[in-house]
């Protein structure tokens, strides 16, 4: 099993209709949109997010049959995924 924390980061590659989303987040209540980072991989722009700020923005959106906001391969950093072997030997006793 791995575990990440809410708090690290994904970089998601927004579509048009992903980043109208997000700037209508803030611009509804009056409020100038925080720019977002992006960081550019294989010719594509990705966003970088914490977890929850996308699951915040995005959540309800994502669906199946759903036009989705954003790309659905969502990129980590590898040292924000722990391995979790104590649960997994955990898991194997109790089959």
Same mark, same amino acid.
């Given at each position: 099993? +791995? %575990?990440? &924390?809410?708090?690290? =980061?994904?970089?998601?590659?927004?579509?048009? !209709?992903?980043?109208? $989303? +997000? %700037?209508? &987040?803030?611009?509804? =209540?009056?409020?100038?949109?925080?720019?977002? !980072?992006?960081?550019? $991989?294989?010719?594509?722009?990705?966003?970088?997010?914490?977890?929850?700020?996308?699951?915040?923005?995005?959540?309800?959106?994502?669906?199946?049959?759903?036009?989705?906001?954003?790309?659905?391969?969502?990129?980590?950093?590898?040292?924000?995924?722990?391995?979790?072997?104590?649960?997994?030997?955990?898991?194997?006793?109790?089959?």
């Amino acid at each position: 099993m +791995y %575990k990440f &924390n809410l708090n690290d =980061y994904w970089y998601i590659c927004l579509t048009e !209709k992903g980043e109208k $989303i +997000y %700037k209508d &987040n803030f611009t509804k =209540y009056n409020l100038e949109p925080p720019s977002l !980072k992006y960081i550019e $991989i294989n010719n594509k722009k990705y966003a970088k997010m914490q977890a929850w700020e996308v699951m915040e923005h995005f959540g309800s959106l994502i669906g199946m049959g759903f036009s989705n906001p954003f790309e659905l391969n969502i990129l980590m950093n590898e040292k924000d995924v722990k391995i979790y072997n104590k649960q997994i030997s955990k898991l194997k006793k109790e089959k």
